[in-house]
């Protein structure tokens, strides 16, 4: 079976451009998860998703942030207008239940120039 | 501070040593406890997860969790260059244990 599939891998791209990253979670799971990973703050939950609804979007930095699942196979995380602070890896996960098992893409590694 | 701790290291040890790796957390809600190993430039993979306290064994790796002091360790016996990686601890409250915090990581070094 495939396992989580994120694109585009990489992306640099200018402040103030818009960035669209997008994700394929494992076929049956029913959890979805975007972190952001950097250095300094190591990996950081984003947003979940428990059968394509928003469970928690807590760790969604600002409004220029926002993801969507509108089925159960595919997902995008959109910043916009992005900012140099965005720079960083971010990872897409899903998970068949509730557990903490989750299951990491690639990633992708954004930098804002 | 961070809800989960790690030493960042590099924590160096030699071929075929215990390589011991430590993690403390301020959330006493956490009821559940994950491993993750990073390879440099690869996501995140489960290694192991632990929710009583004690100890709990899976091949050369033993995960360690004790509530009362709020501390979680992973041991690997006769630790391997494979070995050498990035260790992410990570702690989920019951009930939402998808909901993971995350350590930095401890970087292991494992030398021949």
């Known amino acids: 079976d495939a396992g989580v599939i994120q694109s585009p891998r990489h992306e640099v791209t200018e402040m103030g451009q818009e960035v669209t990253l997008r994700c394929k979670p494992i076929?049956?799971?029913?959890?979805l998860f975007w972190y952001r990973q950097t250095m300094m703050r190591g990996l950081e939950l984003l947003i979940y998703f428990n059968n394509n609804v928003p469970i928690d979007d807590s760790g969604m930095p600002e409004d220029r942030f926002s993801a969507k699942m509108p089925n159960a196979s595919f997902s995008t995380l959109k910043i916009q207008p992005s900012e140099p602070r965005d720079s960083a890896v971010y990872f897409c996960?899903?998970?068949?239940?509730?557990?903490?098992?989750?299951?990491f893409g690639e990633g992708s590694r954004l930098t804002v120039l | 501070q961070k809800e989960v701790e790690q030493n960042s290291g590099p924590l160096s040890v030699p071929e075929g040593a215990i390589a011991s790796l430590n993690c403390t957390y301020s959330d006493r809600g956490s009821q559940s406890f994950f491993w993750y190993r990073q390879y440099s430039g690869k996501s995140p993979e489960l290694i192991m997860f632990i929710y009583s306290n004690g100890d709990k064994e899976d091949g050369r790796f033993t995960a360690q969790l004790n509530k009362a002091s709020q501390y979680v360790s992973l041991l690997i016996r006769d630790s391997q260059p494979s070995d050498s990686a990035t260790y992410l601890c990570?702690?989920?409250?019951?009930?939402?244990?998808?909901?993971?915090?995350f350590g930095t990581g401890t970087r292991l070094q494992v030398t021949l």
């Open positions: 996960a899903s998970s068949l239940m509730p557990t903490g098992e989750l299951f």
């Open positions: 076929s049956g799971h029913d959890y």
């Open positions: 990570a702690g989920g409250h019951t009930g939402t244990a998808s909901k993971l915090t």
